[in-house]
Every structure is written in C-alpha cells, then in structure tokens.
C-alpha cells in the first residue's frame, strides 16, 4: 500500500518561506506527473503547480514568481518552494502523484494527508 508522506508546512510571516515535500512510501515504478493543489477555509481546492515527467512546469498565476514546483526523481520526491508567502497562502497544502507500481502497470494517483501552511503576523 503506497501513501504520500508531506513534511515541510508551518507557521511563517508574510514576506517569509517554506519549503514542501512528497514522497511515496512503499516501493514504486515510477512517478508522472507530479502537483500540489492547496485548500482554503470555504473554498475549493485548487491546483497550485505542477511538474511533468520532462520537468515541464505550470503554475496558477496567483504564485507565478514566488513558487517554484520542482522534482527529485532518484528519490521520488516533488518539493515546493514558497518565497515571498502572502497571508492569501494559507492553506492545506496536497501533493498529488501519478503513480506506476510496476513495470506496464496502470498510473494510479495518491494524494498525501495535507500539511498545514499557515501565514500571519
């Protein structure tokens, strides 16, 4: 049974910076696609960044400039920078990842547990 282990959330001051990580535990193929989306109180999950196998990158414009999604794939792990952290940036934050568990298997997204980032003065 593979689950995402999250680490890197907090308590910062605007202006601040945290840096997020994910990985799978348990053994793995590979990783696609590797995301982080973020939650609000009241509002819907959205995506925040996203990083393909090739290293492709995207980001929702709201952090365009202050984040940056990046992957490590000898340790199967996705991480996210967070410069610059406004108080709109609080958030659960998720990593997503889809995952192969075997040679020609079928790509299954797992989800982490959410790391609280919380932004305040």
């Known amino acids: 049974q593979v689950q995402l282990v999250e680490s890197g959330g907090g308590l910062v001051q605007p202006g601040g910076t945290l840096r997020l990580s994910c990985a799978p535990s348990?053994?793995?193929?590979?990783?696609?696609?590797m995301a982080w989306y973020r939650q609000a109180p009241g509002k819907q999950r959205e995506l925040v960044a996203q990083?393909?196998?090739?290293?492709?990158?995207n980001y929702v414009d709201s952090v365009k400039g202050r984040f940056t999604i990046s992957r490590d794939n000898a340790k199967n792990t996705v991480y996210l920078q967070m410069n610059s952290l406004k108080l709109e940036d609080t958030a659960v934050y998720y990593c997503?990842?889809?995952?192969?568990?075997?040679?020609?298997?079928?790509?299954?997204?797992?989800w982490g547990q959410g790391t609280q980032v919380t932004v305040s003065s």
């Open positions: 997503n990842l889809a995952v192969v568990l075997r040679v020609g298997g079928n790509v299954n997204v797992y």
């Open positions: 348990g053994s793995i193929f590979s990783i696609n696609a």
């Open positions: 990083i393909t196998s090739r290293g492709s990158t």
